[in-house]
T-cell receptor
Framework: DAGITQSPRYKITETGRQVTLMCHQT?????MFWYRQDLGHGLRLIYY???????DKGEVPDGYVVSRSKTENFPLTLESATRSQTSVYFC???????????FGQGTRLTVV | AQKITQTQPGMFVQEKEAVTLDCTYD???????LFWYKQPSSGEMIFLIY??????QNATEGRYSLNFQKARKSANLVISASQLGDSAMYFC?????????????FGAGTRLFVKA
């Protein structure tokens, strides 16, 4: 299916565990983003990427790691999950500076 | 530093009336883009409208218009003839840069309630 897909949609994990959230887009968009959404904070940028093997930190990168070995995939890893990382995570992609970003459905992550 | 501010956590509007959602931004870049997105209760992010920093005219898309005041660094969204389906969270976003990753940040959002 064309579009941008996140998996899993829901995840419960324990404190201290490593967890990876997947993001896959079929448009070959160059630019991809990871956000977390928390009440009162809107969407906060975690990491973004301009192309394969090019990534950069956003507003709240601590505790997260990203990679982008292929244009279409942009996984986000929580190396050692903490309760403060309980959130809804959105992946997005766009082709150019002046075009809208397309968002995945979101992943609701709960860290217990 | 790049910053987006939405000062209205919640807004009420009567059906069929117009409403303005405020957004101010801060950037040192000359080239940037401003976006508005809608997030209904179902959670998906829906693009509404875009304004480039060099665009001389305010952007319009159907019932949505963007009141762009560059000197004041504001990019307010105007929704005309509000409908019940407009009840949602609205986010303002800014994308910087001519090259590189096009860092895009969002404001905290405004929840709009449309009354029948």
């Amino acid at each position: 299916d064309a579009g941008i897909t996140q998996s899993p949609r829901y995840k419960i994990t324990e404190t201290g565990r490593q967890v990876t959230l997947m993001c896959h887009q079929t448009w070959s968009h160059s630019y991809m983003f990871w956000y977390r959404q928390d009440l009162g904070h809107g969407l906060r940028l975690i990491y973004y990427s301009a192309a394969a093997d090019i990534t950069d930190k956003g507003e709240v990168p601590d505790g997260y790691v990203v990679s982008r070995s292929k244009t279409e995939n942009f996984p986000l890893t929580l190396e050692s999950a903490t309760r403060s990382q309980t959130s809804v995570y959105f992946c997005a992609s766009t082709q150019a500076r002046n075009t809208e970003a397309f968002f995945g459905q979101g992943t609701r992550l709960t860290v217990v | 530093a790049q910053k987006i501010t939405q000062t209205q956590p919640g807004m009420f509007v009567q059906e069929k009336e117009a409403v303005t959602l405020d957004c101010t931004y801060d950037t040192s870049d000359q080239s940037y883009g401003l976006f508005w997105y809608k997030q209904p209760s179902s959670g998906e992010m829906i693009f509404l409208i875009y304004q480039g920093s060099y665009d001389e005219q305010n952007a319009t898309e159907g019932r949505y218009s963007l009141n762009f005041q560059k000197a004041r660094k504001s990019a307010n969204l105007v929704i005309s003839a509000s409908q019940l389906g407009d009840s949602a969270m609205y986010f303002c976003a800014m994308r910087e840069g001519d090259t590189g990753g096009f860092k895009t940040i969002f404001g905290a959002g405004t929840r709009l309630f449309v009354k029948a």
